[in-house]
Structure formats: C-alpha cells, structure tokens
C-alpha cells in the first residue's frame, strides 16, 4: 500500500503519471483505485488535497497530452467538415448556372429544353425538345423546333427551324422547314428541301433539291435550279425545269448594252427583209447584233 498522508508535490506527479497513461484514478466508496486495481487507503483530507491539485492544474491552463491529442483531432475533424460543406456549396452553384445561366441568357422567357442547347439572348426564344445542340443567339420568338438538332437561328424575329442542321441569319417570319437548307435573311422566305436556299429579299421559296431562289417571290420548284425576280410581280418568276437558271427582269445590261433590246432588234431585222438595212436604226441595230455576237462567243468560250 501506498503511505498516506503523502506529500502535495508526490500526489500532484502521481497524476500526471496516471494522466499521461491515460489510466485516470477512479473512486469506488471511501477508498481510491488506481486503473491497475490497486487499493489505495484514503481519507477525506487527501481526496480533498488531490481535488485541490486538480483544480489549480485546471485552472493554471495546463492540459494533458491526451486532451491536447483530443483537441486537435477535433479540430481537424471540424476544418474537414467546413472544407466538405464548401465544396459541396461550390458544387451546387455550379449545378445552378449549368442549368440557367449558361443555357439561357437574356430575358427569362427564353427556354431550353434539348441536351446542350443554348439561348444566347433576346426574348420569347425556345428551343424544343430532341433538337440537341441547337442554338438560337439572340432575337425575338424565334424557335427551333422539335427534333431540329443541330439547328441554329441567329437572330431576326418569328423565325422557324423545322429541320436538321438547319441555319437562319436573321430576318423576319422565315421558315426552314427541309435539312441542311439556309435562309440568310428577309421577309417570309421559305427553304423547303434538302440543301436548299434563300440569301434574301421577300417571299421567296426554295422548293428544289439545291435550288436557290432570290429577289421578290421567286420560286425555284426543280433540282439544281436558281430563279431570280427582278420583277414587281409575285406569280410569273417559277422555275420548273431542272439545271436551269431563271432570270425575271426587264433589262440585262452586260457592259452597257442592254442584251434584251439586242435580242429584240435582231428580230425586228429579220421581220422587215432588206429595206431596213439602209436606215440609221438598222446601222445601230447591227452594231448592238455584233456586240451581241462577241459577247456570246465570250460566254461560250468561259462556260467550256
């Protein structure tokens, strides 16, 4: 048995010894044990000395390699958990501007509802589902269209892409209807088959396999055909025959000569016989034929 009454200086190293083992001495009754199970003999007056030396321990701020070794396994624990909720923050901002910001820009109207499509701006914009890709950059109410992937409207008012792979510039109420056809601006143009387009102008429609149709309601309804509408007139320029071009227009002036007058004097030489050739008018006439001549010996030798 250990000697009692023991001296302040011999109970205080006894527990630090106890202490730094982490075998803390434990109360059962009136007596002491130690955590090897040894019985100490005690009275009231030593108990309240080691009281005593543990509260001016605590109260000196001294601690223990154990509770030091607690403290700071706490605290890292608790600067994980503070790094973990950051991340988890950061994570969730970034889900937030994946699905508005960088998908819809502008006006909160505009909708995207296809796998990585994009609204650049504007208002009243929607891409629909199944047009994957698809792109509408700025502009007012312009719409891809359901299943129209890889579409892109840049622009204009009240456009419409119907088909894939579709393009737009700009523009107001022009509608690409086939795949890989193009509209480059204008009023009400429609491109409606495959490879198809309309650089501009008003109402004008593309209806043949890599046809173009151009100026003011031209209608280009054959393969590998060009209409242009130089004409005030909305039902006469239509193009109907394949790997043709159709020009509507009053004069063709081809370095200064105006190539439909030529045509037309040619045919008035030949109504009126000889007689006309001593006029003036037949002089200038033959003089527009030659000229004539020499510009379509010109295009034939740069179309071979």
């Given at each position: 048995?250990?000697?009692f009454?023991?001296?302040a200086?011999?109970r205080q ?11 803390f001495p434990v ?14 003999l005690?009275?009231a007056?030593?108990l309240?000395?080691?009281a ?10 001294l601690?223990s390699p154990c509770d030091?070794?607690?403290g ?11 790094t ?9 901002d ?11 820009y502008?006006?909160t109207t ?5 796998t990585?499509?994009a609204?650049g701006?504007g208002?009243?914009?929607q891409v ?10 700025g502009?007012?109410?312009?719409w891809c269209?359901?299943?129209s992937?890889?579409?892109?409207i840049?622009g204009?008012?009240?456009n419409?892409a119907t088909?894939d ?7 107001i109420?022009n509608?690409c209807?086939?795949?890989y056809?193009?509209?480059g601006g204008?009023y009400m ?27 003011f ?5 054959a ?5 242009f509408?130089?004409l005030d007139?909305s ?12 020009v509507c ?10 190539v439909i007058?030529?045509?037309d004097?040619r045919?008035?030489?030949k109504e009126d016989?000889?007689d006309c050739?001593k006029?003036d008018?037949?002089e ?15 295009l034939?030798?740069l179309?071979?």
């Amino acid at each position: 048995f250990s000697r009692f009454p023991r001296s302040a200086d011999e109970r205080q190293e006894e527990f630090f010894r106890n202490d730094i083992t982490c075998n803390f001495p434990v109360r059962r009754g009136p007596c002491l044990f130690n955590m090897r199970g040894v019985a100490v003999l005690c009275c009231a007056a030593a108990l309240a000395e080691v009281a005593q030396a543990q509260e001016r321990l605590e109260f000196s701020g001294l601690e223990s390699p154990c509770d030091e070794a607690a403290g700071t396994q706490a605290d890292d624990m608790a600067a994980m958990e503070a790094t973990n909720d950051d991340i988890t923050d950061q994570i969730a901002d970034l889900q937030t501007r994946v699905d508005n910001e960088l998908i819809t820009y502008g006006d909160t109207t505009n909708t995207c509802l296809s796998t990585y499509c994009a609204v650049g701006g504007g208002q009243n914009n929607q891409v629909d589902e199944d047009s994957d890709f698809s792109f509408i950059r700025g502009g007012k109410a312009n719409w891809c269209y359901e299943s129209s992937p890889y579409s892109t409207i840049l622009g204009g008012q009240s456009n419409i892409a119907t088909g894939d792979y579709c393009s737009l510039g700009g523009g107001i109420k022009n509608k690409c209807y086939s795949n890989y056809a193009a509209i480059g601006g204008g009023y009400m143009n429609m491109a409606n088959a495959r490879f198809s387009m309309v650089p501009g102008g008003s109402k004008n429609t593309a209806k043949g396999r890599y046809s173009l149709a151009s100026g003011f309601a031209a209608v280009a309804d054959a393969d590998y055909a060009a209409t242009f509408n130089l004409l005030d007139d909305s039902t006469g320029c239509v193009n109907e025959v394949d790997n043709s071009v159709m020009v509507c227009t009053e004069m063709f002036i081809l370095n200064g000569v105006d190539v439909i007058s030529s045509f037309d004097s040619r045919r008035m030489l030949k109504e009126d016989g000889t007689d006309c050739a001593k006029e003036d008018e037949s002089e200038a006439a033959e003089k527009r034929l030659d000229t004539l001549e020499t510009i379509v010996s010109l295009l034939s030798v740069l179309s071979n």
